[in-house]
């Protein structure tokens, strides 16, 4: 019973999820550059040249960090071009670095040192200095390479997941355009059944066959419907097929919903349940029995129980040829997967189906 879900929610806008990407951005980037202004006033005394001096480590990892997320990214590693994505980068981090380094090395163009020199014991090489941008510049790449993924990876899983809707809504199209016929058919048959020795039920039966019709042009167009009006199509549904039926033959039905219940359900899930009780239940030389039960619990689960007689058919009946419980089986798992229990099984010569339906998803239906 495990399928992919069917999401009936409508589809949302993509702008608000996009603001925020950009809001993330900004506030990120704001806290990069004002760090500068913190540094500067570590002694207590606030320094414009020192912000200045840092702005340019702001501004390569600005470039760095689109750069990856932008082009090399998204034109280059998502292409597998990995050796040219690696040394494209070597190339923009090394040179970004000598320029920094070149930039702090004119420091004393703008005037004096901001601090004293230290003494030539303690120097520290330029080349640890160009290592530790280099180090922070490569940080900073795989920081944009990876966001930049990991919207990717968001926008394709997106993607995937309104590609299955859409297939799911046209197999469930598909398989409603089956389903309606071989009802049909069935219903045909028996009132023809009645009108082959001129029965007076047969008009009712008409009428009542055009109130299912009605149901099935409309209202079965929709995903979901209340069980209620799904309820009494099952009645309309039972009364016309005990037209034909002979007096030895006890049919009954019980029909178990609140009034007021808002409690919605795929339309037709059971009319095939129904039919195979009628066309595997009854013989006309003899007694037979057809119980059917449909109720709503309290935890959202809805019941259907229904027993019959059990005479097979040989294997030269093969009116409906097993279609409409195959569309059922499909219909469940597109439209509950892992949210249904269906039994079925055959004792005493007593035919019984039990399916149980979770019409809501915070729990799981009682086996």
């Known amino acids: 019973m495990n399928t992919f879900a069917l999401n009936m929610e409508p589809q949302r806008s993509i702008s608000l999820p996009r603001w925020g990407n950009i809001l993330i951005h900004v506030l990120i980037w704001c806290i990069v550059f004002a760090l500068p202004v913190v540094f500067a006033q570590r002694e207590g005394i606030f320094r414009w040249r020192e912000v200045m001096m840092f702005f340019p480590l702001s501004i390569a990892f600005v470039v760095v ?24 980068n070597i190339v923009l981090i090394v040179g970004i670095a000598l320029l920094l380094h070149i930039w702090h090395e004119l420091e004393h163009v703008f005037g004096p040192p901001l601090r004293q020199p230290p003494p030539d ?45 859409a297939v799911t809504q046209a197999e469930l199209k598909n398989l409603k355009n089956q389903i309606n016929p071989h009802f049909l058919l069935n219903t045909l048959n028996n009132i023809y059944a009645l009108s082959r020795f001129n029965s007076p039920k047969t008009p009712p039966a008409i009428m009542q066959l055009s109130e299912l019709l009605r149901y099935m042009l ?21 009364d016309l097929m005990k037209l034909r039926l002979t007096d030895d033959i006890n049919v009954t039905t019980r029909i178990n919903i609140s009034e007021d219940s808002s409690t919605t359900i795929a339309p037709l899930i059971f009319i095939s349940l129904i039919e195979n009780a009628f066309k595997h239940g009854v013989n006309n030389d003899e007694p037979a029995f057809i119980e059917t039960e449909l109720s709503e619990k309290e935890n959202g689960h809805v019941h259907f129980v229904c027993r019959n007689s059990y005479f097979p058919k040989n294997e030269k009946d093969r009116s409906g040829s097993g279609i409409g419980l195959q569309q059922v089986q499909k219909r469940l798992d597109l439209l509950y997967p892992s949210r249904y229990v269906w039994h079925k099984y055959i004792e005493n010569n007593i035919y019984s189906t039990i399916l149980i339906i979770n019409t809501l998803t915070n729990n799981e239906p009682n086996t």
Do not use: W
């Open 65 to 88: 960090f689109y750069t990856n997320y932008f082009y090399l990214a998204n034109k280059v590693l998502f292409k597998k071009k990995t050796i040219q994505f690696l040394l494209l």
């Open 121 to 165: 014991a303690m120097k520290i090489s330029p080349i640890r200095f160009i290592v530790r941008d280099i180090s922070s510049l490569i940080f900073v790449a795989a920081l944009g390479t990876v966001m930049k993924t990991t919207e990717m990876m968001t926008q394709m899983q997106t993607r995937q997941k309104e590609m299955e809707k």
């Open 218 to 238: 409309y209202d079965n167009e929709k995903i979901f419907v209340l069980l209620s009006e799904e309820a009494t199509f099952i009645r309309n549904y039972i």
